[in-house]
């Protein structure tokens, strides 16, 4: 069964500094999605980016990027120059096409002025 | 282009009644899929709905059923209520094409159920 890792329950960074969100996984399947969602004190889950796995190239949004590791089944979420509104539950997901999101159990980020 | 809806809010029962959550999904999407997070925890899937039947369905009792209407909208109802269903749940859309749904689900904010 496929399963997700997060190993960090919190972490916290400053204001402009870099921080990196940590994720592995474990299946057995070739071609698989993977995201990153983020979820406020409001509630409401957003998605934050999305790897292909068939894809070797990083994705990058703005100041969110991944360093995915396939072989390593690595899922890491690098934050640059952070803003206080990026103080969130951050959660790792994995999924192929079609079937139901497996998450991890988050990472509570916060971020210092 | 309205997002994933979802109603009420908040809702408190007691135990052994009954309670119906519902949901809208993103204009264009097709496909609802529903998901409990309980308190400090990832969201756990339940089910999902494509063409007003059950495509998919996670490790929930019968207790958990859902319905999705021609508009695409869908409802969970919970029967019985423990005091173990308190939590979040939430609803994802996703549009299926060639009868597959694409990878990317978008979520509401969610209705926060309380039993007491």
């Known amino acids: 069964a496929q399963t997700v890792t997060q190993s960090q329950p919190e972490m916290s960074v400053q204001e402009a500094e870099t921080v990196t969100l940590s994720c592995t996984y474990d299946t057995s399947e070739s071609d698989y999605y993977l995201f990153w969602y983020k979820q406020p004190p409001s509630r409401q889950m957003i998605l934050v980016i999305r790897?292909?796995?068939?894809?070797?190239q990083n994705a990058t949004e703005n100041r969110f990027s991944v360093n995915f590791q396939k072989a390593a089944k690595s899922f890491s979420l690098k934050i640059s120059d952070s803003q206080l509104g990026d103080a969130a539950m951050y959660f790792c997901a994995y999924g192929l096409a079609g079937t139901a999101l497996i998450f991890g159990k988050g990472t509570t980020l916060s971020v210092s002025s | 282009d309205a997002g994933v809806t979802q109603s009420p809010t908040h809702l408190i029962k007691t135990r052994g009644q009954q309670v119906t959550l519902r949901c809208s999904p993103k204009s264009g999407h097709d496909t609802v899929s529903w998901y409990q997070q309980a308190l400090g925890q990832g969201p756990q899937f339940i089910f999902q709905y494509y063409e007003e039947e059950e495509r998919q369905r996670g490790n929930f009792p019968d207790r958990f059923s859902g319905h999705q209407f021609p508009n695409y909208s869908s409802e969970l109802n919970v029967n019985a209520l423990l005091l173990g269903d308190s939590a979040l749940y939430l609803c994802a859309s996703s549009f299926t094409q060639d009868r597959i749904s694409t990878d990317t689900q978008y979520f509401g904010p969610g209705t926060r159920l309380t039993v007491l």
């Open positions: 790897q292909e796995a068939y894809k070797q």
